[in-house]
């Protein structure tokens, strides 16, 4: 294979591009082991103390991730999220003004691998995401078992990550003068293992909950479509029923987390590695149903859900 290196004398703005990225991919790759591992060798340590006050506070957090997190301004306001927006770049693109006084549900598609577009957009202020939306506070949902690693949940929910459970969506469709944006991933998991260039695979008609849910709590649903998701990384082909296929699928089950074996680019070269290719990223954010006080039936909004009448 021939390697393309990267030219020496590429600007420091880039590199500084580079180096976000390369601290969002071990954020969601590698910080989340290495904090378990500093909870246990402080276990382990003279200073086991701290690490059973820490364990008791974990207990007596232990709601905190599906009653709306806690998240920080300074967090996902910090300078480094400007520069992981414009490695790709991303873009919010607003169609129609949300109401405040709402709550709604974003359903965001695709998942992709690591849904950059969802990070960069509703877990930092490089978007301009309250300038956009005025009034709104976003919450993307991850899955539960990211919650229960030490210190790793506490950084994540400050950008505001919160638990994908059924009480923390409906905690945030219930928020008393509305406000809150939840934003799901509908794909979830599954849904990364069909994330490749050039391709759209979209799990949605096995998933219904989300939309029951803002029916039960008169939450609008918005549809939000991350163009570009899918061209970040390149995956080994894995077309359903191969033995990669059920391995992966099997260790989803197991684990809740999708295993995709993917490649795209390196630090300095362009041949091989786990950053993501610098493609665009453009999420658009269409036009809300609104639930009224005689909402429409769940196979009426499903089909309104599939048909396109969401218009992005």
Known sequence: MKVEFAPLNIPLRRRFQTAAVLQWIFSFLGLAQCCLAAFVLLCVSDWWILAALYAGWLYLDRDTPTNGGRRSHWVRSWTVWKYFRDYFPISLVKTVDLDPTRNYLFGFHPHGVLVAGAFGNFCTEASQFSTLFPGL????????????????????????????????????????????AAVVAVGGAPECLEARPGALTLQLLQRKGFIKLALKHGAGLVPVFSFGENELFDQMENPVGSALRRVQDRMQRIMGVALPLIHARGVFQYSFGLLPYRKPIHTVVGRPILVEVNPLPLKRTLSLFTSGTWRV
């Open 137 to 180: 506070t976003p919450y993307l949902l991850m899955l539960p078992f990211w919650f229960r690693v030490p210190f790793f949940r506490d950084y994540i929910m400050f950008g505001g990550l919160v638990s994908s459970e059924k009480a923390s969506m409906s905690y945030l469709l219930s928020h008393p003068g509305g406000g809150a």
